[in-house]
C-alpha cells in the first residue's frame, strides 16, 4: 500500500482565472485535490469513494501560470467506513525548491459494490507525523460532526 500519493501539474491558461489574472483558479485547484486525495482513498482501501466533506483548505500563496504545481495525499484517519486524507499543495520552482501554498484534509466513504458505506481498513498511524496528525483528525472530525449536527437542526427548523 503506498503510504503517499503524488501528483504533478503545470498551470495551463485554461486553468488561471480570467481578465487578466494568471493566478491558478481555486476552483480548479480544489479539483486536483478532490482528485489526488481520491486516489490515495482508493489505494488505501482498495474500493470505490465518494467526497464528503472538504475543509481545512487554506490558500496560503498563489500558484501562477507556467508555475510547476506538486500535490502530496496520505491518509490520516480512518473509521467504519470514512477516512480523511490530508492534500499538500506545493508550486516547485525550476531549482527544485518547493513552497507550500495549500493544505486541505478530505473526508471520503468507501463504497461496496451496492454502493452503499462499506468498512475500510484501520489506519494504524507508524511514523511521529502519522501520530500527530491521527491525533488532530479526531479533533477535526469532532467538529465537524458538530456542524453537521448544527445544520441538520438548521434544516429541520426550516
Known sequence: MNKVTTSVQIVLAQ???GYKNPRLFGGQLMSWIDVIGAVAAQRF???QVTTVAIDHLNFMKPAFLGDTVVQKAMVTWSGKTSLEVRVDTYVEKLNGERELTNQAYVVFVALGEDG??????KFVPE????????EAAA???RIRLAEAW???RLRRNE
Open 15 to 17: 486553468h488561471c482565472n
Open 45 to 47: 482501501t482498495g474500493m
Open 116 to 121: 452503499k458505506p462499506t468498512p475500510v481498513p
Open 127 to 134: 511514523t511521529d507525523e502519522e501520530k500527530r496528525e491521527y
Open 139 to 141: 479533533d477535526r472530525r
Open 150 to 152: 448544527k445544520q441538520e
